[in-house]
């Protein structure tokens, strides 16, 4: 079947999980008030503004009353003025919601006033309210908690984009995730079982691994015992895997390369050790090696992707995945519940102390 085939068979999916999943609409909602709370970086730290303005949908959009958000890297570096606000998108953080639909714009078809919904957002989801583009709203099954929808749409679409949209994993494959125990690697590691692959991963401590494994990695490496290749070559068949997804960057890519087999796939989706490659006569081999091996360097973001890209993504994992979490045939963990937005310096001080296997959840009820 080609792509455009595949597209519109995902897109009906899409929709008629929708039809699955929505439930009564309640009676009508109060408008929301003129300001709202939010959370704004000031000075590097989390700083809630008491009367920021509240937006209001355009005809695409819609506007959630934010039950749940959640805590991701991407906010962390904003905040600490290490990755700048897209043009045209609000300096409030966060990127996933929960919440209850309380204005539609006037083209929005497949939502109504009272649904339950969570969201991917380019920014605004440490708020009272969200608007965001309905493209890339979900309506949440009813056996999610607000906290786990929150926490959902980020870490798990670019976890259904890393393994079957860049990575093109396949059955018979052996994966490498690094920072598995972060809530892309523990959504990677199941997707990439489910895919019918072998999940190897890089965590921080015994009790990282053991999570993981219990997700379905069949083993890993502790960055801290070590140099990790060496483990993880030995748990490889051959000594070598297909492909690595990586957030981590220069300070893994040494031993990155190494455990590659030829032809291998090299995904990478963040760089928490910085850019630079370590060591730093790397770089001057770096391309060679490449080209020795026949690797592909596939970069990938999804902050900045279009919202065409967005919107079949969307589909494609309510299709593909969202069904299954809402089974609990896959699993979300959440690590660790941060009340009121208030909270929000110290569910970022939490996530930098490396201490989560999961995701980091602010609720706002």
């Given at each position: 079947?080609?792509?455009?085939?595949?597209?519109?068979?995902?897109?009906?999916?899409?929709?008629?999980?929708?039809?699955?999943?929505?439930?009564?609409?309640?009676?009508?909602?109060?408008?929301p008030p003129e300001?709202?709370?939010?959370?704004?970086?000031?000075?590097?730290?989390?700083?809630?503004?008491?009367?920021?303005?509240?937006?209001?949908?355009?005809?695409?959009?819609?506007?959630?009353?934010?039950?749940?958000?959640?805590?991701?890297?991407?906010?962390?570096?904003?905040?600490?003025?290490?990755?700048?606000?897209?043009?045209?998108?609000?300096?409030?953080?966060?990127?996933?919601?929960?919440?209850?639909?309380?204005?539609?714009?006037?083209?929005?078809?497949?939502?109504?006033?009272?649904?339950?919904?969570?969201?991917?957002?380019?920014?605004?989801?440490?708020?009272?309210?969200?608007?965001?583009?309905?493209?890339?709203?979900?309506?949440?099954?009813?056996?999610?908690?607000?906290?786990?929808?929150?926490?959902?749409?980020?870490?798990?679409?670019?976890?259904?984009?890393?393994?079957?949209?860049?990575?093109?994993?396949?059955?018979?494959e052996t994966v490498?995730?690094?920072?598995?125990?972060?809530?892309?690697?523990?959504?990677?590691?199941?997707?990439?079982?489910?895919?019918?692959?072998?999940?190897?991963?890089?965590?921080?401590?015994?009790?990282?691994?053991?999570?993981?494994?219990?997700?379905?990695?069949?083993?890993?490496?502790?960055?801290?015992?070590?140099?990790?290749?060496?483990?993880?070559?030995?748990?490889?068949?051959?000594?070598?895997?297909?492909?690595?997804?990586?957030?981590?960057?220069?300070?893994?890519?040494?031993?990155?390369?190494?455990?590659?087999?030829?032809?291998?796939?090299?995904?990478?989706?963040?760089?928490?050790?910085?850019?630079?490659?370590?060591?730093?006569?790397?770089?001057?081999?770096?391309?060679?090696?490449?080209?020795?091996?026949?690797?592909?360097?596939?970069?990938?973001?999804?902050?900045?992707?279009?919202?065409?890209?967005?919107?079949?993504?969307?589909?494609?994992?309510?299709?593909?995945?969202?069904?299954?979490?809402?089974?609990?045939?896959?699993?979300?963990?959440?690590?660790?519940?941060?009340?009121?937005?208030?909270?929000?310096?110290?569910?970022?001080?939490?996530?930098?102390?490396?201490?989560?296997?999961?995701?980091?959840?602010?609720?706002?009820?």
């Amino acid at each position: 079947m080609d792509a455009g085939k595949l597209a519109a068979v995902a897109a009906v999916a899409s929709a008629l999980v929708c039809l699955v999943l929505r439930r009564r609409t309640p009676p009508p909602l109060p408008p929301p008030p003129e300001t709202m709370r939010a959370v704004v970086a000031r000075e590097g730290a989390c700083s809630v503004a008491s009367h920021w303005p509240t937006p209001s949908p355009g005809d695409l959009e819609v506007m959630i009353a934010v039950k749940a958000t959640a805590v991701n890297r991407l906010d962390c570096m904003q905040r600490a003025g290490k990755a700048p606000v897209p043009t045209g998108v609000t300096e409030v953080l966060g990127l996933e919601a929960s919440g209850v639909v309380v204005r539609c714009g006037a083209r929005v078809r497949n939502f109504r006033v009272g649904d339950e919904v969570m969201a991917l957002a380019p920014g605004g989801a440490y708020a009272e309210y969200l608007v965001v583009d309905a493209r890339t709203v979900m309506l949440k099954p009813a056996s999610l908690s607000w906290a786990e929808a929150a926490s959902i749409p980020e870490a798990w679409l670019t976890a259904y984009k890393l393994v079957h949209t860049v990575g093109k994993v396949q059955a018979g494959e052996t994966v490498l995730v690094h920072a598995a125990a972060s809530g892309v690697g523990m959504a990677a590691v199941q997707l990439v079982v489910a895919a019918g692959a072998t999940a190897l991963v890089t965590v921080g401590s015994a009790e990282k691994l053991a999570f993981c494994q219990r997700l379905g990695a069949a083993g890993g490496a502790i960055r801290h015992d070590g140099p990790w290749g060496e483990t993880i070559a030995a748990l490889a068949p051959g000594g070598k895997v297909d492909v690595v997804l990586d957030c981590v960057a220069g300070g893994y890519a040494s031993q990155t390369l190494s455990v590659l087999a030829t032809d291998g796939r090299w995904v990478l989706y963040s760089m928490l050790s910085g850019a630079a490659l370590a060591p730093e006569e790397l770089g001057k081999t770096f391309l060679a090696q490449l080209m020795k091996k026949r690797l592909s360097l596939l970069a990938t973001t999804l902050r900045t992707r279009p919202l065409p890209y967005k919107q079949r993504l969307v589909e494609q994992f309510v299709a593909g995945a969202l069904p299954r979490l809402a089974a609990r045939r896959m699993e979300h963990v959440i690590d660790r519940e941060f009340r009121g937005l208030e909270e929000a310096q110290a569910a970022h001080e939490y996530m930098q102390a490396d201490a989560n296997a999961g995701k980091i959840v602010i609720t706002l009820e």
